[in-house]
């Protein structure tokens, strides 16, 4: 839901799919007449969506009336600190949260003498002594007064009115205002909020995977024997694409996962199926979702250590928030925050939903598997899911700059181009870094590998279930009334409750059962889950010298 720098170029995908290929366009209007959904492109680039902002207005008014007890406090910086990533859209998302989930502040009408509203300024002793001879005067007596000057004011301004060109002459109070303006302001406006940020290059809380040297060579590395794997799939959609499109020449792997990321922007963004959607069958929706599945494993969870550790920094930071908040005496003056609100990308909660242990895949069969096991086919379970439910659309970006090569190639091979556009987003794969990927570009997968799990639409791991747009997670610490009597009997104090996007998950490793709530943690027994997975110097051990080891065996 955020559009891509490469949309300040602007394109047309009837460039190059429509009147110069295709020969049916006939059967496929909406591919003649598609023009970009965008205006003012190159100051929307990055930015953030408007239905992006509804939904995280959403969100925190379901988180509001889900914890009365935090949202009905009044906002101070120190008990809601709000921190977000130096990235606009970013800070945009914590704006758009933070003005529903604080309730709103009522302004002061300009227009509302009375001392509650609009206090009058200090009087010198004469002043007050003419405010008090004042109110001796009869209700009557004040109300004719008070009409007497307003007509001598209005004869005044018409006075001014007809001194054309007369400097004395003076406006009207609003007269130069725009017409809003004038109107007194009597609504609720949105709590003012402040919002922390540290340099993109210096945020080891938030966006960890931007200081992390051995975690960059690491996913460069990656991202290049997945481009020759991911290519392999794309390309077995090529033979109906080209004859849906009636193509005059062969079609492109990245040509295919373009018209894919079109189908999800129109899917998430449009709620449209009846476009770029229109050329996928079901089955082929569920390999390509699996493709991008493989692709966010790999290169920011369960695909190598390296992905899930470098977020040891946010998570000792949770549990150290967590045990202040507990060490904290009921109606204390100062103590713990009530909540931190913190604001970063897909490529930070991914990462700490990872080290946690969430969503993890079962082991895969063993590297000796047969070659047909290998190549990981199209399961023949049917497709359960729709593309109208579509739950994530991937930043604009990667569909802009893959239409831009389609446009700019002018009928020639794959392959042709300048590499001048690269672009540099955490979200972009081979085939969008500015040209389509050479061959030698993509090395083999290491040896043995093999997806951690199989094309089900059943499967555990679903990028869009773990990061859809707006994915969220909370880890909310309850404490007991009878805290000390609970102390006694054995019974834990304080209990950890975790939301994954809004729903309740069991901490993983953590089985106690408390009260009949299965899925809430002892705070203590957390505590202990995350010990050895925030240790002070993982960032360091993963992201020096021995990381770089660390990230080349896994």
Not at 15 to 24: E, S, W, Y
Not at 129 to 144: G, M, P, R, S, Y
Not at 502 to 517: K, L, R, W
Request: charged share 25%.
């Amino acid at each position: 839901m955020c559009i891509g720098p490469a949309l300040s170029r602007g394109f047309d995908i009837r460039r190059h799919l429509g009147t110069k290929d295709a020969r049916n366009t006939a059967q496929l209007p909406w591919l003649r007449n598609w023009t970009a959904p965008f205006e003012d492109v190159g100051l929307m680039g990055g930015e953030l969506h408007p239905i992006g902002a509804d939904e995280l207005w959403g969100l925190a008014y379901r988180l509001r009336r889900r914890f009365p007890s935090l949202s009905g406090q009044d906002y101070l910086p120190k008990r809601f600190p709000v921190v977000s990533t130096q990235v606009a859209r970013t800070a945009a998302s914590a704006s758009a949260f933070t003005s529903a989930f604080f309730p709103g502040v009522r302004s002061a009408d300009p227009e509302d003498d009375s001392p509650a509203v609009n206090p009058a300024p200090p009087s010198s002793v004469a002043a007050e002594a003419t405010v008090a001879a004042a109110q001796e005067a009869t209700e009557e007596q004040w109300q004719q007064g008070r009409q007497e000057a307003a007509l001598a004011v209005e004869a005044e301004q018409q006075r001014g009115r007809t001194l054309q060109g007369d400097s004395s002459a003076k406006l009207r109070p609003y007269d130069d205002l725009d017409e809003t303006l004038r109107e007194p302001s009597s609504i609720r406006r949105p709590q003012a909020v402040a919002i922390s940020m540290a340099p993109k290059d210096a945020d080891p809380l938030l966006r960890f995977f931007d200081v992390c040297p051995a975690y960059a060579q690491h996913d460069e590395f990656t991202e290049r024997w997945m481009s020759g794997w991911m290519q392999g799939n794309w390309s077995r959609l090529t033979p109906a694409l080209e004859r849906k499109l009636g193509l005059v020449r062969p079609m492109s792997p990245c040509e295919v996962e373009a018209l894919w990321q079109l189908c999800l922007l129109e899917a998430g963004v449009e709620g449209r199926v009846d476009g770029a959607c229109s050329l996928f069958e079901q089955e082929d929706a569920l390999l390509l979702e699996w493709v991008d599945d493989v692709h966010l494993l790999e290169t920011q969870s369960y695909g190598a250590p390296i992905n899930w550790q470098i977020a040891a920094p946010l998570l000792r930071d949770a549990a150290a928030s967590l045990r202040a908040a507990a060490e904290t005496r009921p109606g204390a003056a100062e103590g713990a925050p009530a909540a931190r609100l913190l604001f970063a990308h897909c490529e930070t909660l991914v990462p700490l939903a990872s080290l946690l242990g969430l969503f993890r895949p079962p082991e895969p069969d063993p590297a000796d598997a047969s070659p047909q096991e290998v190549a990981a086919a199209v399961s023949a379970t049917e497709a359960q899911r729709h593309l109208l439910a579509a739950e994530s659309v991937e930043d604009l970006g990667v569909v802009l700059q893959g239409l831009k090569d389609l446009n700019g190639r002018d009928g020639s091979a794959p392959g042709s181009g300048s590499g001048s556009g690269r672009l540099r987003d955490e979200d972009l794969h081979a085939c969008y870094k500015g040209r389509p990927p050479s061959p030698g570009d993509s090395p083999p997968p290491p040896p043995g590998w093999r997806p951690m799990f199989p094309n089900d639409d059943g499967r555990l791991f679903k990028g869009a279930r773990i990061a859809p747009y707006g994915a969220n997670m909370a880890i909310v610490l309850y404490r007991r009334r009878e805290a000390a009597a609970a102390a006694g009997s054995g019974r834990p104090a304080h209990l950890v409750r975790l939301l994954y996007n809004e729903q309740v998950v069991a901490v993983p490793g953590c089985s106690t059962s408390v009260d009949g709530y299965p899925l809430d943690c002892d705070l203590e027994r957390f505590l202990e889950l995350l010990q050895d997975k925030t240790a002070p110097d993982a960032l360091e051990r993963w992201c020096g010298a021995g990381g770089g080891q660390a990230a080349a065996a896994s």
